[in-house]
């Protein structure tokens, strides 16, 4: 069957000037079939449907579709996440986003009752939607402790038998960040959460941090956020070539497989030839990370030739919270570093100046100030820090620190300065609400974050339908010798926002 989203684009095709014979060839069909779909065009560009729907019944409520598309967005940031998801799980989160709409849309016919979430809905849900291919066990939500064993065993025996050094060995992973965030007890939450039209996804971008075993290198993080250039980036005249981060963009602010490929050879193959040479080190390398959909379980073969001395290994499924070095208090210390410095930054601008705390937070405080916390926060987690994290997968590669409570010590330092920061500018805080702060960034979204998250990729879709229609508009003129196509064409490659809107 043919998708719904394949039958738009094959409608917005010709009428881009492509021919039906054309249309019939790219896509595998019938010319009558094509024929068929163009003459219900007013039909189906009308209709909205979930991505991976095939057909739409009309007997459905438009509630249900809405519940359909969330649960899909949903399904997807759990897969990221690398939690499991069981048939039971999907029913439940279907039920309780249905009931969550209803409330948000109380003139609906369909009832709080009426929707079971039922064995038959789902297996129509699965045949709609395609995702029967992320439906695991039930007896897989849980951490593997065996896997676990039988991994660190065997990746123990590929350190040895290749004679990898902690130099490198390399490790990453993905962490979500809701930037402009404070603790839910201050006035500043309350003040940003009550106001008319406040999208706290607006604030959220992913961040993707590495290093190697030994802790001496850090590569350049990957940020990707949901806006190419943002509007503070031109106030504050940034070059993004000379930031900190490699800043990449899409609407849902996510690492996608193509992002996270331009990262590995953009960044990662580079640094690390560059320290393998500078330090004597034999050109070889392993990169250690999750099975998330990001990482291509092909990757090797993404790799620029340079850097064919860089090998893959991944994490079992379900094994993350075990054997993931970054999740051994890499990032979550991270994410205390950047409360702290996000506290000083808003006392150090409110104590210098005349402005407010909630007039610095709503009119100065933005996504470069953010950056400028990022860099600092990840310049201080300490090298210690990183190579500890490896004590559940290499112990022998983790230096005895000279003192044992020197680590412990260093993070209670952090929370109390967060504590005495937040209560010199007169917020309450306590150190149960940073750690409650820290969990935030990583939680799941609610319905209303999820229908956000929607409506702004329907916009990206959107926006991506009008470049495809002015790279037909070139291709439909590009044999005229006109002066005007060479611009087009030139112009269509800048790729800045502007010209995309003009």
């Not at 291919?133 to 402790?145: F, L």
């Not at 350049?220 to 940034?238: D, G, I, M, Q």
């Amino acid at each position: 069957m043919i998708l719904l989203e394949d039958k738009k684009e094959i409608i917005r095709k010709h009428e881009g000037g492509l021919r039906l014979t054309d249309l019939a060839k790219e896509y595998g069909r019938s010319a009558s079939t094509i024929c068929t779909i163009l003459k219900m065009k007013e039909k189906i560009t009308g209709r909205d449907a979930a991505k991976g729907v095939t057909r739409v019944s009309k007997q459905r409520p438009p509630v249900l579709e809405e519940v359909e598309k969330l649960l899909l967005l949903w399904i997807e940031q759990k897969q990221r996440a690398g939690d499991s998801v069981t048939k039971a799980i999907i029913c439940e989160k279907a039920k309780a986003l249905h009931a969550d709409l209803l409330k948000q849309q109380p003139g609906t016919s369909a009832d709080a009752e009426g929707f079971k979430a039922s064995r038959g809905w789902f297996e129509r849900f699965k045949n709609r939607s395609g995702i029967h291919s992320v439906v695991r066990h039930g007896e897989a939500a849980s951490s593997d402790v065996a896997a676990a064993e039988e991994f660190a065993t065997e990746f123990l025996e590929v350190i040895v038998s290749k004679g990898y050094l902690p130099q490198q060995v390399f490790n990453c992973d993905e962490t979500g960040l809701f930037w402009k965030r404070m603790p839910k007890r201050t006035f500043i939450t309350e003040q940003e959460t009550s106001l008319p039209g406040h999208k706290p996804m607006k604030d959220r971008l992913t961040l993707l941090f590495c290093t190697n075993a030994s802790g001496d290198l850090k590569i350049k993080p990957l940020l990707v956020y949901h806006s190419e250039n943002p509007r503070a980036f031109k106030k504050h005249k940034v070059n993004k070539e000379q930031l900190s981060v490699l800043w990449q963009s899409n609407p849902k602010a996510w690492v996608t497989r193509l992002l996270f490929v331009k990262w590995v050879n953009a960044v990662f193959g580079l640094a690390v030839k560059k320290y393998l040479v500078d330090n004597n080190l034999p050109l070889k390398a392993m990169l250690l990370m999750d099975n998330d959909p990001a990482h291509p379980p092909g990757l090797e073969e993404d790799l620029l030739e340079d850097f064919n001395f860089i090998k893959v290994m991944f994490l079992p499924p379900n094994t993350t919270p075990l054997l993931q070095p970054m999740d051994q208090q890499v990032i979550s210390n991270f994410k205390k570093i950047y409360t702290r410095e996000l506290f000083r930054r808003c006392f150090e601008m409110t104590d210098r100046s005349s402005l407010t705390l909630h007039e610095f937070w709503r009119e100065h405080f933005d996504i470069v100030s953010c950056l400028q916390i990022i860099t600092i926060a990840w310049a201080g987690v300490s090298q210690t820090n990183l190579n500890s994290a490896l004590h559940n997968l290499w112990p022998d590669c983790v230096v005895k620190p000279a003192s044992s409570a020197s680590a412990p010590a260093l993070e209670s330092t952090v929370l109390e300065e967060i504590v005495s920061l937040g209560r010199t500018m007169g917020l309450e805080v306590t150190e149960e609400d940073v750690y409650e702060l820290v969990e935030e960034h990583n939680r799941v979204l609610t319905t209303e974050e999820l229908v956000e998250l929607q409506k702004d990729k329907g916009m990206a879709a959107s926006a991506s339908d009008t470049a495809e229609d002015t790279w037909a508009a070139i291709y439909a003129f590009k044999n005229t010798p006109s002066r005007g196509c060479e611009e087009l064409q030139g112009t269509a490659r800048d790729g800045n926002d502007d010209t995309w809107g003009t």
